[in-house]
Nanobody
Framework: QVQLVESGGGLVQAGGSLRLSCAASGRTLSYSNSGWFRQAPGKEREFVAA???????YYADSVKGRFIISRDNAKNTVHLQMNSLKPEDTAVYYCVTDLKVVGGIGVPTSWTAWGQGTQVTVSS
């Protein structure tokens, strides 16, 4: 059974940075696709970034150039470095793995393993 545990969320001023981490157990992330989604209050869950097992990366247009997804194979952990944060980045951020729908990387229902989420709040 896969377990994903996120950490690194918090409160930051606009323009600041945060680094989220997602530690996995029960699944070797280097053999899997993994990624991040987020959900703001009153909004649908949206795709943020993903990395394939072959280390190809994908980003939502809203975060491209500001966020970087990476993976530490030794620690079986995926990271999301978030720079130049904006108030509209405020959301609960979720780590995902186990992509079941090829081509559905940006669709929440394509992923079957989710972490519990970590809150990111960006103040203006």
């Amino acid at each position: 059974q896969v377990q994903l545990v996120e950490s690194g969320g918090g409160l930051v001023q606009a323009g600041g940075s945060l680094r989220l981490s997602c530690a996995a157990s029960g699944r070797t992330l280097s053999y899997s696709n993994s990624g991040w989604f987020r959900q703001a209050p009153g909004k649908e869950r949206e795709f943020v970034a993903a990395m394939t097992s072959s280390t190809s990366t994908y980003y939502a247009d809203s975060v491209k150039g500001r966020f970087i997804i990476s993976r530490d194979n030794a620690k079986n952990t995926v990271h999301l470095q978030m720079n130049s944060l904006k108030p509209e980045d405020t959301a609960v951020y979720y780590c995902v793995t186990d992509l079941k729908v090829v081509g559905g990387i940006g669709v929440p229902t394509s992923w079957t393993a989710w972490g519990q989420g970590t809150q990111v709040t960006v103040s203006s």
